[in-house]
């Protein structure tokens, strides 16, 4: 078992920015690869960014490329999630997920999720 913890979310006007964190704990948290998902009222939970279990490997959805990036820190069992030049459109309930074997897009692959943190972009 994976536990996942996010925290960091909050309110942000339009063009701030935000740092979100997904703190682990059970299982080796080095072993798994993290997404990151977010979900807005009456939407279905999507991919946001995708890191490998070392780090080395990332993909990013492409309404947030270049604005967002995802990292690691393995020693920390924590990964993080920095959102840049936030949009109204950002605004969501966003989680951390974790699973074996690389890093994908669809959310059926992954093993543990977090709670989710609310990020509210406001205009």
């Known amino acids: 078992q994976v536990q996942l913890v996010e925290s960091g979310g909050g309110l942000v006007q339009v063009g701030g920015s935000l740092s979100v964190s997904c703190a682990a704990s059970?299982?080796?948290?080095?072993?798994?690869?993290m997404g990151w998902f977010r979900q807005a009222p009456g939407k279905e939970r999507a991919f946001v960014a995708g890191?490998?279990?070392?780090?080395?490997?990332?993909d990013y959805a492409d309404s947030v490329k270049g604005r967002f990036t995802v990292s690691r820190d393995n020693a920390k069992n924590t990964v993080y999630l920095q959102m840049n030049s936030l949009e109204p459109e950002d605004t969501a309930v966003y989680y951390c997920?974790?699973?074996?074997?690389?890093?994908?897009?669809?959310?059926?692959?992954?093993?543990?999720w977090g709670q989710g943190t609310q990020v509210t972009v406001s205009s």
């Open positions: 997920a974790a699973k074996n074997g690389i890093a994908t897009m669809s959310l059926k692959d992954y093993d543990y």
């Open positions: 059970g299982r080796t948290f080095s072993g798994h690869a």
């Open positions: 890191i490998s279990w070392n780090g080395d490997i990332t």
